[in-house]
């Protein structure tokens, strides 16, 4: 089973930039995907980004250009770098993982971004 928990979520205001980490943590070795979803409120959770162990990445086209994820495969970290933020990128950003040879998928609890105008 593989732990994940966030940090950096927080308010900002339009057209500033966050940093979202995540760490895992349990049975790491087997992770091939780490990512991000964010859920915001009466809207269905939606991919942001995500990377693969090879580094092999994949964004949402809403954050195109205005997102880096990056992953320590070692530490078996994720960070989300967001810049030129919305009101709309409000919601609660989600950290996820995948291990296909076990066919499952981990999920942390979630970190709360606000965007105010």
């Known amino acids: 089973q593989v732990h994940l928990v966030e940090s950096g979520g927080g308010l900002v205001r339009a057209g500033g930039s966050l940093r979202l980490s995540c760490t895992a943590s349990?049975?790491?070795?087997?992770?091939?995907?780490m990512g991000w979803f964010r859920q915001a409120p009466g809207k269905q959770r939606e991919l942001v980004a995500s990377i693969r162990i090879d580094g092999t990445a994949t964004y949402a086209e809403y954050v195109k250009g205005r997102a880096v994820i990056s992953t320590d495969n070692a530490r078996a970290t994720v960070a989300l770098q967001m810049n030129s933020l919305k009101p709309e990128d409000t919601g609660v950003y989600l950290c996820y993982c995948r291990r296909w040879a076990r066919g499952d998928e981990s999920w942390g609890q979630g970190t709360q971004v606000t965007v105010s105008s």
């Open positions: 349990g049975s790491t070795s087997g992770i091939n995907v």
